[in-house]
Nanobody, 118 residues
Framework: QVQLEESGGGLVQAGGSLRLSCAAPRVTFSRYAMSWHRQAPGKERELVARIIKTGGTITYADSVKGRFTISRDDAKNTVYLQMDNLKPEDTAVYYC???????????WGGGTLVTVSS
């Protein structure tokens, strides 16, 4: 079982920044593709950003391109999401996901709330 520990959410004004962190202790972190997803009230969960491995493929949702940056530090077993120029429509619960292709398994964190005020 992979436990994911998210932190960094909060309340910020439009145009501000936040950095989310997701730690996955006690696993071989480099084996996992890591991603951030979000779910706004009344909407489906959507992919925000994904990083396959250090130096590997990175994918962003069109709505966050140029504003969000995903990165990972395998030595710290942590993935980050730097969010700049936040907009009210970025308000959502943000979830960390770990995926290991060997077993086809997804693991989810409990989520962290990001609220952007206008």
């Amino acid at each position: 079982q992979v436990q994911l520990e998210e932190s960094g959410g909060g309340l910020v004004q439009a145009g501000g920044s936040l950095r989310l962190s997701c730690a996955a202790p006690r696993v071989t972190f480099s084996r996992y593709a890591m991603s951030w997803h979000r779910q706004a009230p009344g909407k489906e969960r959507e992919l925000v950003a994904r990083i396959i491995k250090t130096g590997g493929t990175i994918t962003y949702a069109d709505s966050v391109k140029g504003r969000f940056t995903i990165s990972r530090d395998d030595a710290k077993n942590t993935v980050y999401l730097q969010m700049d120029n936040l907009k009210p429509e970025d308000t959502a619960v943000y979830y960390c996901n770990a995926f290991i292709s060997t077993y086809g398994m997804h693991y989810w964190g409990g989520g962290t709330l990001v609220t952007v005020s206008s």
